[in-house]
């Protein structure tokens, strides 16, 4: 069994995401020895696919904004969201983000309101994705998503 191995970056000279697949070489050794020879020249950071993909089949790659495609239950439990149990809904947007203590990729939560909330560091990424959740954006390009003041 494989899987892809693919990385992106914000290049901050031509303001665009750069993917590894971009790179066309004969082996995955040397596109990604290239593009991270490119990286080293124009990114702050290098953002990893997870392995995963949402409802809608598109990547998720670290720095994803993901939106909550079911607020009808909660992913916890399945129990119906409002309800008794859960009276409003606490979350609605999230970024992918690596913790290198869990060595694994966790979610950081963003209240409707705006600003940070809860940071999901516990929560398996897979379990929201399998819930419906989808990308609507990333942090480089839509930053203004995490604010609370653009509806999605």
């Known amino acids: 069994m494989s899987r892809e191995i693919k990385f992106r970056y914000w290049d901050k ?8 697949e971009e790179f066309n070489w004969p ?5 990604l ?3 991270f020879a490119s990286a080293k020249n124009y990114a702050e950071k290098v953002e990893q696919f997870t392995g995963l993909k949402d409802k809608n ?3 998720v790659y670290e720095g994803d904004i993901l939106w909550d495609g079911n607020d009808k239950t909660c992913p916890f439990d399945g129990k119906p969201m409002p309800s008794e149990d859960y009276p ?3 979350w609605e947007r999230s970024v992918v983000v690596y913790d290198e203590q ?3 990729f966790v979610l950081h939560f963003y209240s409707p309101y705006g600003g940070e909330g809860y940071s999901g560091r516990e929560q398996h ?3 929201y994705i399998s819930h419906g959740d989808y990308v609507v954006g990333n942090i480089n390009e839509n930053p203004e998503l995490l604010s609370g003041e653009k509806a999605i």
Do not use: M, P
């Open 13 to 20: 000279v031509i303001n665009k995401l750069v993917y590894s």
């Open 27 to 31: 082996s995955q050794y040397e596109q």
């Open 33 to 35: 020895d290239y593009f």
């Open 57 to 59: 089949g598109k990547d």
């Open 88 to 90: 409003y809904k606490w």
């Open 102 to 104: 869990l060595a694994r």
């Open 125 to 127: 990424i897979d379990l």
